[in-house]
């Protein structure tokens, strides 16, 4: 099993979705770091279930109890630990799926992986309610990057074939990231906005669910970060965004697009602007040789629709090794992408950090 990640922080989550709690332990932060607890709970709210009609009906506060690591209103620099206890699991939703399995879920994976030993009820490790101590140690770590001015900010780019606007890969304002932190369904044009939540209503009335994309960037992130090959910057976010449940693609800057560009139409032509050095465009988003430029790092993350629908659908019954049928009944997402967002911006928090980490003294 591998649920370490992390060079100079190192993160431990652990838990299942109906098992009595989940957490982490982070090891590798600064000493000295006054946390604030105000944001940490708007955090885990932005993520947590049960908020709205256009989430699952679970209702879990997420509130993060610490165990160790933080003394005197300070982190201490050893091993951070903290605990989220489970308090609205209804397994009995799960019985029936004990032997068949979800289309699309990891129920079967996680069979065959774990020979059947898998906690199978709310998809137990698998599930995306272990995001939440991602989102707590992603809460730190987005405290300690806003030392250095760094802020990451994310909008709901589409969902099913609905679009947004898109970020201005340039000219991003600071207080636009912070207002879209702070809305339960972050996207630039409130219009759109307001259609993506009838489609998703109208998706789940029907018995179905929805994917989409989420537009992250990452604001004020010095120069030089990342070192090639393998801690890239692209490679360190992408590795933890593929680790997050749902999650089926990742571009960087125009990605998949920048291939139907000739050369000239996709270079970042650049220029001195006083003493700093920009880009006049910034297709790369921000990241060049696996290094950041200093331009807003930008990157779209694709999550597919939610896996567990009221339709029916065909599968197996993996003990009695025979065809079937599914109905799922239960409470789930009908969207993963609006509880996802700060998901993504935790990930992206910690992968930076991390690198940042490579070549700044914190402590
Ligand atoms: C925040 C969040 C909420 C999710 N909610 C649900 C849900 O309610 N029902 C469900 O079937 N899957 C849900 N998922 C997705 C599954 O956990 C995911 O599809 C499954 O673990 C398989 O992983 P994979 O898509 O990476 O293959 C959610 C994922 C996240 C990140
Ligand atoms: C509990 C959370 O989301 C859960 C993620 C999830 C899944 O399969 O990923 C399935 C559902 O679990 P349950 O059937 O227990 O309600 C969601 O509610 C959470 O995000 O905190």
Not at 268 to 278: A, N, R
Request: hydrophobic residues 35%; charged residues 25%.
């Amino acid at each position: 099993m591998s649920s370490v990640w992390g060079k100079n922080i190192k993160l431990s989550i652990f838990g299942e979705s109906h098992g009595r709690a989940i957490g982490v332990n982070i090891d590798g932060l600064p000493p000295g770091v006054e946390l604030d607890f105000s944001f940490i709970k708007r955090e885990m709210k932005r993520r947590s279930p049960g908020r709205n009609s256009i989430n699952t009906k679970r209702q879990e506060v997420d509130q993060v109890e610490i165990l160790s690591g933080y003394f005197n209103n300070k982190t201490t620099g050893t091993p951070l630990c903290a605990i989220i206890w489970n308090t609205d699991k209804k397994s009995k939703d799960y019985d029936l799926i004990k032997d068949i399995m979800r289309p699309s879920h990891g129920d079967y994976t996680g069979n065959i992986r774990y020979k059947g030993y898998n906690d199978y009820r709310g998809g137990g490790h698998f599930s995306g309610r272990i995001t939440a101590p991602l989102v707590f140690a992603g809460s730190i770590a987005k405290q300690i990057l806003a030392k250095d001015k760094i802020i990451i900010g994310s909008h709901i780019y589409s969902i099913g074939e609905m679009k947004d606007k898109g970020f201005d890969y340039i000219d991003i304002e600071k207080e636009k990231l912070v207002s879209l932190q702070e809305s339960d369904f972050p996207v630039l044009d409130n219009d759109i906005g307001q259609r993506m939540k009838e489609l998703i209503l109208s998706v789940k009335k029907d018995g179905d669910s929805v994917g989409g994309v989420v537009e992250t960037v990452i604001l004020n992130s010095p120069s030089g970060i990342g070192s090639p090959f393998f801690d890239s910057i692209e490679s360190t976010i992408a590795s933890l965004l593929f680790s997050v449940p749902g999650v089926k693609g990742v571009e960087f800057g125009k990605g998949f697009q920048i291939s139907k560009m000739k050369g000239s139409q996709g270079n970042d032509q650049m220029y001195f602007l006083g003493e700093k050095i920009q880009s006049y465009t910034n297709n790369n988003g921000g990241i060049l040789g696996g290094i950041s430029s200093g331009m807003p790092i930008i990157f779209r993350t694709a999550f597919k629709p939610t896996p567990s629908i009221g339709k029916e659908q065909r599968t197996i019954n993996i003990s009695k090794r025979k065809n079937t049928s599914l109905k799922i009944e239960g409470r789930h997402d009908p969207c993963i992408v609006p509880r996802a967002v700060p998901v993504v911006e935790s990930v992206a928090a910690l992968a930076l950090l991390d690198l940042m980490m490579d070549v700044k003294k914190y402590d």
